[in-house]
């Protein structure tokens, strides 16, 4: 006796527990196996582009905020670069450093909650998430203490950062950086060697190298697939190019090398960190500049930075206004999601999941 | 370090041996081609050795309002360079390019993104919709024409 | 006296409260009338401790995450929090009972009194201190899985009756579970069977002058990781698994009805936890005076809890295909070898009238560790290569494009 079965489709998102937001995801299952996926997108779409080219170019600094609500430093950073690429100009010493200082404790934050909610995801339920909060919480008091803000911080201007740290940020951020030694080695602990993560990760979705290429990949997602290809190693940026850090480079790009390369990434972004403590020197963070800034008309600047989602680009074009004449904003989540039919088909349901947040998408810069 | 980028006057030498006519003209940073060329340039850049442009960064579109300019962010991975290839496209009713998803997958959602807010339509698209609004939004937000 | 006469060797005889009952409203009742009344107030006894049980499991499991997690869970309403499961209930019940449009209103219905009333009246058998048992039936064991399954054709209809596609994934995979993991906890109770002599949860007690998670530690093992996959718990929790399908066969479920559920499950808890401790804990025989069986019992039944959350704290989910892989290839030879081995010692080392003493079972508990330890050794030896092969079906390494890496994968 043969049973008929027909397959089902049902809609994933937008409303959905772990779908990072709002993204839908129109699947067709044939019983658990996944045979046809169809993203579905724009459910936070705000128009920044166009509101961009409505403001002046320092008042965009606080729509890239709204980006990637989860790396707001980084996108400032990106943003701030761009427009200084346009304007010709370059910030002093200690800004750079603040920057850098400040970006890369926010990919710790990202990359805490990438690997938080991959591992909730899996089922485990909430501790890892709970553990890597904790830490992430504390980045945020930091920024606090830098801009004010914890999510939305708007720290960095065109031509530096708004203003420097106050002097109680130093030991705090000193006490911060000790104790997070150890509640990294207790996450790791508890993750990088799980027998059941393992299982459930390693070989799921492989991602080829050539597909993420020609897919447009970046960030830890084309690292995990084997190609080593870092922003801030191949055009350092910013204060990069005077502090030393690796690269860390999966292989086969499967579940478990996603979540091993950000794992991995937090480890030399707290290195980053203790140099820029190291070599910071007092001086003016930021460059005298006129209230509203004007470019050449017709320039353009591409400005771009290894976010902690993947290659993230502001490209500007001037008209000679006080606004960009149009903001084109590259976004890795975006982009990264053109692999979404391929790290899917043909997996089960319960992969679905681990696999998207593998990928970790962040709607307001998928959307924008 | 940083990536070198390749002179617009190279890349247009280089086009003009392969895909005769596609250039229109060229400066230090870029060059034009015609749009409905698009896909043929896009796949001799990909697959030149030299050139070796496998990876896609960046798809964008600007509004002139006399016309419409794509601009290809190119670089290559191996050779550790940049290139920027553009495009203009004229009229305003419906504005067409040739695609370059089958070169790039990448350029998949870009494209429809472009489509959806800009109006550029790209033939050879195997999915040409709307991406961020729905079917049956009047009109493209990025214009400058549109309030 | 009045001369109504109750039967001791009926089903409810043997238990004093309801004969004490029985005899007081007698005095002023027809007979028949007196035994339904005292039925009646025996049971919402029961009844009304476990509901109240789980709603205490409910706070503490709630209490114990929050520790488990660096935080410090429900703690605002009544001291340490204890009255939250109130609050939740009376919010709960005031909340709109919804029925979605396109569901089998009765079956949907049902559906929660079905689980709460399998769960309520599984738990009649459970003897919670010494001759303190609703009735202590002489099919005990066997009463209990058979009730307990009830609950499997409970969870199929929520899944079925709520036409909502995620309830259905949750139904499926539910169903799957509950009857692959039948087998194994049915093949290592018998094992318990066979050394206590007889199927009465009461005498099975008894029999336990050695626990018998000593004497039997492979039985105890199948029987925990059974259970696990039973409660829906981590690692075995797919059929709710929230960040897959939401809430699963219970995604639709709103108001009182799913109140009762969730009474279910945490009663399901504590009733596994009980009878863990009731089948492998020795129940309410304790190291001194009987009268505080009740105690005795408690305590291993907290025991049971605090490693249900323990564990549900700790692991992440496995897959459907991997559960079924643990199930058949992992838990069954395992609770094969613990029926093998008790049945062989059993067989050798009872005396004429088929009893064992307790140097028989302190023989057999220095038999049966060691095998436990190799077998588990062994036999998780090889699922662990499965369960890696069934996950690796594509994953073929591609070639590294370009550059060092300066970091290798471990």
Redesign the interface.
């Known amino acids: 006796m043969t049973i008929r079965t027909e397959p089902m489709t049902v809609n994933v998102g937008p409303q959905h527990p772990s779908t990072h937001g709002v993204f839908r995801v129109r699947i067709t299952f044939d019983g658990e196996d996944i045979v046809e996926v169809e993203p579905v997108l724009g459910y936070l779409h705000r128009g920044t582009e166009k509101l961009a080219e409505e403001r002046n170019y320092v008042q965009v600094v606080t729509l890239t905020d709204r980006l990637d609500y989860t790396s707001s430093m980084i996108n400032n950073q990106a943003y701030c670069l761009a427009v200084e690429q346009l304007l010709g100009i370059e910030p002093p010493p200690r800004g750079k450093y603040l920057r850098t200082l400040a970006a890369e404790l926010q990919r710790i934050a990202s990359h805490l909650i990438a690997v938080g909610f991959f591992v909730q995801e899996l089922g485990a339920f909430g501790t890892p998430l709970m553990y890597t909060f904790r830490s992430r919480e504390r980045i945020l008091d930091l920024f606090e203490m830098l801009c004010g803000a914890r999510i939305t911080v708007s720290y960095m201007r065109p031509g530096g950062v708004f203003s420097d740290a106050p002097t109680d940020f130093w030991p705090a951020l000193d006490q911060f950086l000790d104790d997070f030694e150890g509640e990294l080695e207790e996450i790791e602990n508890l993750l990088l060697n799980n027998e059941i993560l393992m299982v459930r990760t390693r070989g799921v979705s492989p991602l080829p190298a050539d597909v993420a290429i020609n897919c447009s990949v970046s960030g830890p997602v084309l690292r995990a697939s084997g190609i080593n290809w870092d922003w801030r190693k191949m055009a350092p940026y910013d204060a990069y190019d005077q502090v030393e850090f690796d690269v860390p480079v999966g292989n086969t790009g499967d579940n478990y090398d996603r979540f091993w390369v950000r794992m991995q990434e937090v480890r030399q972004s707290l290195r980053i960190v203790r140099q820029c403590i190291a070599q910071i020197e007092p001086g003016p963070v930021r460059l005298e500049l006129p209230m509203v800034l004007r470019a050449e008309p017709g320039a353009e600047a591409y400005g771009r930075v290894e976010a902690s989602k993947g290659e993230l680009g502001f490209f500007l074009v001037s008209d000679g206004g006080v606004s960009p004449y149009r903001c084109k904003i590259r976004s890795p989540s975006l982009i990264n999601l053109t692999i979404t039919e391929h790290l899917l088909l043909g997996w089960k349901l319960a992969d679905m999941i681990v696999s998207l947040g593998s990928v970790d998408i962040n709607m307001g810069e998928v959307d924008r | 370090m940083t990536l070198a980028a390749i002179p617009g006057e190279t890349l247009a030498r280089r086009l003009q041996e392969a895909t005769p006519d596609a250039v229109v003209e060229w400066d230090d940073a870029a060059v034009w081609v015609r749009p409905e060329a698009m896909a043929s340039v896009a796949a001799f850049l990909h697959d030149d050795p030299d050139i070796d442009f496998a990876f896609l960064n960046a798809i964008s579109a600007i509004d002139f309002v006399e016309h419409f300019e794509l601009v290809y962010h190119l670089m290559s991975l191996a050779k550790e360079h940049t290139g920027v290839v553009r495009s203009r496209v004229y009229g305003r009713e419906e504005p067409t390019a040739a695609s370059v998803v089958n070169v790039w997958k990448g350029a998949d959602f870009q494209e429809r993104e472009i489509w959806d807010l800009m109006g550029i339509r790209f033939t050879g698209h195997p999915n040409m919709k709307r991406i961020m609004l729905w079917e049956g939004f009047d009109g493209h937000p990025l214009r400058k024409d549109f309030l | 006296m009045n001369g109504c006469h109750l039967d001791p060797q009926g089903a409810l005889g043997g238990n004093p409260l309801f004969a004490l009952i029985f005899n007081v409203a007698a005095y002023v009742l027809p007979c028949w009338l007196a035994f339904v009344i005292a039925g009646l107030v025996i049971m919402l006894i029961l009844i009304n401790a476990v509901l109240l049980g789980a709603a205490i499991v409910s706070w503490g499991e709630r209490r114990l ?1 929050g520790r ?4 410090v869970g429900p703690n605002r309403w009544g001291p340490f929090g204890a009255l939250q499961p109130i609050a939740d209930l009376a919010k709960l019940i005031t909340k709109e009972d919804i029925i979605p449009y396109g569901a089998d209103r009765l079956a949907f219905t049902a559906v929660p009194v079905i689980m709460v009333a399998s769960l309520l009246v599984a738990t009649a058998v459970i003897p919670f201190a010494k001759d303190v048992a609703l009735v202590d039936l002489n099919v005990g064991v066997l009463f209990i899985l058979a009730v307990s399954s009830l609950t499997s054709i409970a969870i199929f209809t929520a899944g079925w009756a709520s036409n909502n ?2 309830a ?2 949750g139904a499926g995979r539910a169903v799957a579970v509950l009857i692959s993991y039948e087998v194994p906890v049915v093949l290592s109770l018998l094992g318990v069977v066979i050394v206590a002599g007889s199927m009465s949860l009461g005498d099975i007690v008894v029999a336990q002058a050695v626990p018998f998670f000593l004497v039997q530690p492979l039985a105890f093992f199948v029987f925990l990781a059974g259970m696990s996959a039973e409660l829906n718990r ?2 075995f ?2 059929a709710e ?6 809430a699963g066969y219970h995604t639709e479920y709103s108001g009182i009805k799913f109140a009762l559920i969730q009474a279910a499950e945490f009663g399901g808890a504590l009733f596994v936890s009980g009878l863990i401790a009731t089948l492998f804990l020795a129940g309410w025989a304790g190291p001194v005076a009987d009268w505080l069986g009740w105690l005795w019992f408690l305590i291993k039944t907290f025991i049971g809890i605090f490693l249900f959350v323990w564990i ?11 559960i079924m892989t643990v199930c058949w290839k992992f838990l069954m030879p395992l609770s094969f070898i613990n029926l093998a081995v008790v049945t062989l010692e059993v067989y050798f080392l009872r005396d004429a009238s088929g009893a064992l003493s307790t140097a028989d079972l302190w023989i057999m508990t220095a038999i049966n560790i060691p095998v436990a330890v190799v077998s588990i050794a062994f036999f998780g030896w090889i699922i ?1 290569q499965k ?2 092969d069934s ?20």
Do not use: H, K
């Open positions: 995450l488990f997690q660096n935080r596609r995620y259905l994934f981590t690692p929790d797919v698994a929230e960040s897959e399908i939401i549900r704290s700790t692991f992440p989910r496995l897959r459907l295909d991997q662990r369960v890696r996950s690796r079906t594509t994953a073929a390494a591609s070639p590294v494009v370009r550059g060092v890496s300066t970091i290798e994968v471990g």
